[in-house]
């Protein structure tokens, strides 16, 4: 089975190589921090525990994404975090396969034209 950090890898990586007009528009979040001392410092600059793996922007909306294994499951603050993005009217998607992200990144673009 695919770790959750292949995966992403993999997904950002055919998204940087497929769609170079859209570069910098899928964006990793840096959710965990070195040790104790940054973790403080990143959550004093606006750490949000919880937050998406990756934001994707495109056509004037932000669409969260978060990698997750086949079992792998949500932590109560991702699920936390999921409610309040969603009822501030962002799209929150959980991937677990290639298959799933190259789907959604197609049917964003198209979309988008």
């Not at 965990?32 to 600059?45: D, H």
């Amino acid at each position: 089975m695919q770790s959750e950090i292949a995966l992403q890898s993999q997904c950002f990586l055919y998204h940087w190589n497929s769609y170079p007009e859209q570069r910098g528009l899928l964006c990793y979040n840096l959710n965990n921090s070195a040790n104790k001392i940054q973790g403080n410092i990143n959550r004093s600059l606006g750490l949000i525990r919880g937050r998406s793996d990756m934001v994707y922007y495109i056509k004037g909306r932000a669409i969260m994404l978060e990698f997750k294994t086949e079992v792998g499951i949500q932590s109560s603050e991702q699920k936390e975090w999921q409610s309040t993005i969603e009822a501030a009217g962002f799209p929150y998607h959980i991937i677990r396969s290639f298959e799933q992200f190259k789907e959604l990144i197609e049917n964003e673009s198209i979309n988008s034209m």
